[in-house]
């Protein structure tokens, strides 16, 4: 993992008011010092406040600022939408596609993810590609079938470079907002089966580059026993990162261990 720097990826949903999201950056750049840390903070923002984060994030830092979605059109007449060039214009390193939620809620596909994340490419914006699969899928002994589909298509037209600069998220879908908590072995058999495919589907130097993170039902309290499973080189926290107190101790736990 020596090439791979660590991402505790906190994803605010649609949550927190201007005032709300830049107290809690002030807080969060206040206690991470990136002289005595090597890792990656992604904040995963609602659009109407990308800019004005960014904006405060001015000499070195720990954090980077990220988009929860995207169009795949650079412009047009999409009400309602924000495209790649715009995610750019106003700060934003990553941009999270294919989440779970929006998966269920808004009917997004493989398809519709891998235009995305090329879009994103094109305007210099690293895609956060969410894949995972649901509790039937796993139960009916599934999951590498669903994550090779994932991969193959989410990624196609992909380079190996466009791969290093792509962040992979495995959340099984059934671990997302339930409480439920994938274990160890459930976790490095994933993470270890999206790693060998990467080696298939691009290269060697992709498979060992690439970053994939750990998402679902995340907490303070097994975050150490995350961080302790081989292939994992992060986690993505979702409704544990609002309240700032328990968003850092998950940092300091990576940064730690790191």
Request: aromatic residues 8%; contains cysteine.
């Amino acid at each position: 993992m020596a090439e791979r720097t660590p991402i505790v990826l906190s994803n605010w949903k649609m949550n927190k008011t201007v005032n709300q999201s830049l107290d809690y950056l002030a807080n969060l750049m206040r206690a991470t010092d990136p002289k005595s840390s090597r890792m990656e903070i992604i904040l995963c923002v609602p659009f109407s406040v990308i800019k004005i984060m960014a904006d405060k994030i001015n000499g070195p830092s720990l954090i980077s600022i990220s988009g929860q979605d995207v169009h795949w059109e650079q412009w047009g007449a999409y009400t309602g939408e924000i495209s790649s060039p715009m995610l750019a214009d106003v700060g934003a390193k990553f941009c999270m596609i294919g989440h779970s939620e929006r998966r269920k809620y808004f009917g997004e596909t493989d398809e519709i993810v891998n235009q995305k994340a090329l879009a994103l490419l094109k305007s210099g914006v690293g895609p956060i590609v969410c894949i995972g699969e649901t509790l039937e899928e796993r139960q009916l002994g599934l999951t590498t079938n669903i994550l090779e589909k994932q991969l193959r298509v989410s990624f196609n037209r992909f380079s190996a470079s466009d791969m290093e600069k792509t962040v992979i998220l495995y959340e099984p879908r059934w671990a997302i907002g339930t409480g439920k908590f994938a274990d160890s072995d459930q976790i490095a058999q994933a993470h270890h089966y999206i790693r060998s495919k990467l080696e298939k589907l691009f290269s060697a130097q992709s498979a060992v580059r690439t970053r994939i993170i750990y998402g679902g039902s995340v907490t303070p309290d097994n975050i150490a026993a995350i961080w302790k499973i081989e292939d994992v080189d992060g986690v993505g926290v979702g409704g544990a990162s609002l309240d700032l107190s328990n968003f850092l101790q998950i940092v300091n736990a990576v940064s730690g261990a790191a």
